[in-house]
């Protein structure tokens, strides 16, 4: 048994229908807060997406077989515990965390809420592992953005040195992207590593990129679509640039357009899941995993949105937007490593340029909802005030 955390959002619903269509048996939990957190920013999903009890009955229509699914709270140790001693499951993944980081910069209360819902879940889910499964394997979803763009490569979680005549091989240093959401991934992993440590915990912390994408081979029906968001709060710079061509908007890079990103393809990113489930970490052992595939700058990835969008036959220009973000524009040198999943046989499918042409077409159909919140495209949040 395998339970999904976060089941209902971006990456949840795909990897649970993928999981499910592979034939494990899958127990999906949520508490929607991604729809109620979208809403309270007065935006919505370019893609619609129905209700999970749809999206269950969906599932077995067109794959034959459904999930279970609990909704409830992370942060609430009692439903933590009835879930995992319930399902008992072999393997978590941990997906229901607070994923923006302009959310997380809206002010103190958003600030609160996103390290408070990320740490405290994580933690919940650690204990009840100790509790009540201390054999089953954690994966859990990190971010690339935890080791931000250090002017050396990014090994896959540790580092070797040498310091005053001696050696050690040592977490690598987190420099996180400067928002309180980056840096609440950066302390479930300190978590993560004490708990291996203590009590034998299995855990594989992914590093995983920017995901973007429309598709995954399961997605033959509406009903089994995932959600694309698109606005300032919730909406990657990818995901802004695709909408923003869907309206002849101009694409916003902040900035100078330097800061650089690694990114994956949702279908990508689901195999890469599948081959951590599949493989294990060993009981004791606290393993990181850098999931992504290609590396762009922003500016890079704008003028490759804007060459697809014109041979589609949108009308855009790129417009460099004055930043509300305090960054690094001017990003020199990044060389994240990513070995291992490749050497549990991670092949990607798919390149950024070919899925956009995917996205674009897929996200024309509904133009009519962009539209509606179009005043939800310009950044409303300012990372110095
Ligand atoms: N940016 C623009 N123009 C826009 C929006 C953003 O230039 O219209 C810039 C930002 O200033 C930033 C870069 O694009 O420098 C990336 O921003 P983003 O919003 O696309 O992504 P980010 O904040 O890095 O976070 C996203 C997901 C997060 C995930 C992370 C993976 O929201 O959940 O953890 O990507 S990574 O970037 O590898 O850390």
Known sequence: MIAILGADGYVGFPLCMHLVNKGFDVVGVDRFLRRQWVAEVGSHSAVPIVSMKERLKAMERHIGKSMCFEYGNLTDYDFVHYVLDKYKPDTIVHLGEQASA????????????????????????????????????????????????????????????????????????????????????????????MACEIWGLRATDIMQGIVYG?????????????????????????????????????????????????FIALADSIQCFLLAIENPAEKGDYRVFNQFDEVYSTIELARQVKAVADKLGFHTEIEHYPNPRVEDEHVQYYNPLHEKLYQLGFHPAHTLQQELEVMLKDLSKYRDRIMAKKDKVSPSIQWRS
């Open 214 to 262: 429309t598709r995954t081979v399961e997605m033959c029906d509406e009903s089994l679509n995932t959600r694309f968001d698109f606005d300032s709060v919730f909406g990657t710079a990818l995901n802004r640039f695709c909408a923003q061509s869907i309206l002849n908007h101009n694409l916003t890079p902040y900035g100078a357009g330097g800061q650089r990103r690694p």
């Open 102 to 193: 302009p959310f997380s910069m809206i002010d103190v209360k958003h600030a609160v809420l996103t390290q408070t819902n990320n740490l405290v879940g994580t933690l919940n889910i650690i204990y009840a592992i100790h509790n009540l499964i201390p054999h089953c394997h954690l994966v859990k979803l990190g971010s690339m953005g935890e080791y931000g763009t250090p002017n050396i490569d990014i090994p896959e979680g540790f580092l070797d040195i040498e310091y005053n005549g001696r050696k050690d091989t040592l977490p690598f240093p987190k420099h996180a992207f400067t928002d309180w959401y980056h840096w609440s991934k950066v302390y479930d992993s300190d978590n993560m590593i």
